[in-house]
């Protein structure tokens, strides 16, 4: 318009006129609050300066130098992106030089992998090593899985996406951004075609977040690809599967990934098993309420006519936990707070509840959601005290859903928490020793929720190593206490067996948590070589790192007189595993001393080419 001046400030159109006035306001306005002159000089002032221009008070101060602090996180993240960008460039090279075919066994030779462990494998990885992703994990401590989510993560952006990967180097994106640009449009198969829509979505990335920007490709892949979505679909229906995930407090998340239509009816049906099952005075949630229903459905399948199963978890704990006392236990390897582990065995009835806690009362003391019992990865653990496999209860023994109740206050008469010292003969406390005795002194498992009778694990006071397993009866009969002896077998006997499982609680592996009921016993000086059947000899490995440690080029596994396992990788780093302490789950501290005990089973004649004597474990 002639003879008026328009300025554009951010993103609308202020008349110059109307915009001088506003600024000679807020400077008279300055000049009132601040008792100092503002000059207004238009082209150099902006209205954004004038009215964030504050006093120096307390709150100015913390305002600006928040800000400046703010600036500093910025540059961080910044320069953590030109990191990770360097990182992933590494690892993408570093796959180059592990060639599936110089480093695998060809499918059909003895140690390659199944053809269902091909399939599970990422695309982009096919034609890398698969024990590249065990290199990755020991050396940046990951786990697999997070491992091979990196390594793919790498080989995407460096081949697929290159400029997504410069622009993660130059601080334009983050590492969720780049992520989602590796996931969307690796599905564009055309590389013309992919590099083009990567370049729009960059262009115009601006300040999105990883889920706008998710959205955005998603519609730019479509419109480049409407087969990309098909593709997708398929994809994702190869993944389905159940996975299990430790959570907090006793409570894990066990997650169903299925085809939507399909996770959607399973939903829906176990809405209204919920709705179903409520009664007068059910005080849970409706989500509380499916969560048990999926429970029942799962354990408890006689009503649909199928065959029954038996789910085994291992629970360890110490005596004077059973007892009363505040000493954690364990599930299958997870550590649960001790009140947890004397409700799983009030539940599956190993204990008869005492009757000074009652389930109301437990009800009471803790809101419904606080309620729950943990199941996953591997061990058999306790201090000094006992270790047994237990199943749940048939139906009718127990409600249906684990009220994990924990117990009165610590100053309750009959408390659990007042009965920690397993030496005070407090009513509770003399109320439990017959019922744990009883326990301990099962002949017969039939009919009762025991898979096999429960273990008394003695273990060195200082280092939480085990020394020997063994149950009362053997006890009452007198029978030695100690390790197990050497089998003149390839296998391993029943208490050969049972003790190096108990003692390695996982793969031993570096990071590996594969439970021992699913791991090999592996010699680790094999048995054709002189190696021994003996405890001193076998270690708990999954079936991959056994193949691992058997067929993979440039990995060696040397024991150790400690009992430790010192695994070399391809590039020489070293890495050295122990057995677990009982009672924590950190490593053994090496060269433990030696503890003689009387009865045992001497190791000093075992053959070359380890001297056994001194072997601890």
């Not at 907090?248 to 049906?269: E, K, M, N, Q, W």
């Not at 296998?491 to 190096?500: G, I, K, N, S």
């Not at 016993?521 to 003996?534: A, E, I, K, W």
């Not at 396992?565 to 001393?593: K, L, S």
């Amino acid at each position: 318009m002639y003879g008026r001046q328009w300025v554009q400030e951010g993103d609308s159109v202020v008349d110059s006129r109307l915009l001088r006035a506003v600024l000679d306001q807020v400077s008279a306005r300055a000049r009132h609050r601040f008792r100092r002159p503002v000059t207004v000089v238009p082209g150099k002032a902006s209205f954004r300066d004038l009215t964030t221009e504050r006093p120096p008070t307390v709150l100015g101060r913390l305002i600006d130098d928040g800000a400046a602090l703010l600036d500093v996180a910025v540059a961080a993240h910044r320069s953590s992106g030109r990191a990770v960008a360097q990182q992933l460039r590494a690892l993408a090279e570093f796959a180059r030089h592990r060639p599936a075919g110089s480093f695998d066994r060809a499918p059909g030779e003895p140690g390659s992998a199944s053809a269902a462990s091909r399939a599970a494998r990422p695309g982009v990885l096919t034609t890398v090593s698969e024990w590249s992703v065990d290199e990755v994990a020991t050396r940046l401590h990951l786990t697999g899985s997070a491992a091979q989510d990196l390594l793919v993560l790498a080989v995407t952006l460096d081949e697929q996406l290159p400029a997504t990967l410069t622009a993660l180097e130059e601080g334009r994106i983050g590492r969720k951004h780049a992520e989602v640009l590796a996931e969307l449009l690796a599905l564009l198969t055309d590389p013309a075609v992919r590099a083009e829509v990567e370049a729009r979505l960059l262009a115009r990335i601006g300040s999105k977040t990883p889920s706008q920007l998710r959205v955005a490709a998603r519609r730019a892949v479509l419109r480049a690809d409407a087969n990309a979505a098909l593709r997708r679909a398929a994809a994702a229906v190869r993944e389905r599967g159940v996975r299990l995930y430790p959570g907090r407090d006793g409570i894990d998340t066990l997650s169903f990934a299925h085809a939507g239509p399909v996770a959607r009816a399973c939903y829906d049906a176990l809405e209204r098993y919920a709705r179903a099952c409520r009664t007068e005075g059910d005080t849970r949630t409706e989500q509380q309420r499916m969560a048990d229903c999926l429970a029942d459905l799962i354990l408890r399948p006689g009503e649909n006519g199928l065959p029954p199963v038996q789910a085994q978890l291992t629970i360890t704990a110490a005596a004077a936990t059973l007892l009363g006392g505040d000493e954690p236990g364990e599930v299958d390897g997870e550590p649960l707070p001790a009140e947890v582990i004397r409700e799983i065995a009030y539940a599956l009835g190993l204990l008869p509840r005492p009757t000074g806690v009652t389930a109301e009362a437990a009800d009471r003391a803790i809101p419904p959601e606080e309620t729950g019992a943990g199941l996953t990865t591997p061990t058999t653990d306790s201090g000094a005290g006992t270790e047994t496999d237990g199943a749940p209860p048939p139906s009718g023994a127990d409600a249906g859903h684990a009220d994990l109740q924990r117990d009165h206050p610590a100053d309750a008469p009959g408390s659990d928490r007042a009965a920690a010292d397993p030496e005070d003969t407090s009513p509770s406390v003399e109320e439990r020793r017959p019922a744990l005795a009883d326990l301990l002194l099962t002949r017969r498992i039939t009919g009762t929720t025991l898979a096999a009778r429960p273990q008394i694990a003695v273990t060195h006071p200082l280092t939480g190593a085990l020394l020997a397993l063994t149950d009362a009866t053997a006890i009452r009969r007198g029978d030695p206490i100690g390790r197990p002896g050497q089998t003149l077998a390839y296998r391993a006997d029943a208490d050969v067996d049972r003790f190096v499982r108990a003692r390695d609680r996982r793969c031993r592996f570096p990071g590996c948590r594969a439970r021992p009921r699913s791991c090999d016993l592996d010699h680790q000086v094999p048995y054709d070589r002189g190696g021994p059947t003996s405890p001193c000899n076998l270690c708990c490995l999954c079936e991959h790192h056994h193949r691992l440690k058997t067929f993979a080029p440039g990995w060696a596994m040397t024991p150790m007189p400690d009992g430790g396992i010192r695994w070399t990788m391809p590039g020489g780093h070293q890495v050295i595993t122990r057995p677990p302490a009982f009672g924590t789950d950190a490593d053994q501290p090496p060269d433990p001393p030696v503890i003689a005990m009387a009865g045992s089973t001497p190791h000093a004649d075992d053959p070359p080419p380890f001297s056994y004597g001194g072997c601890p474990f």
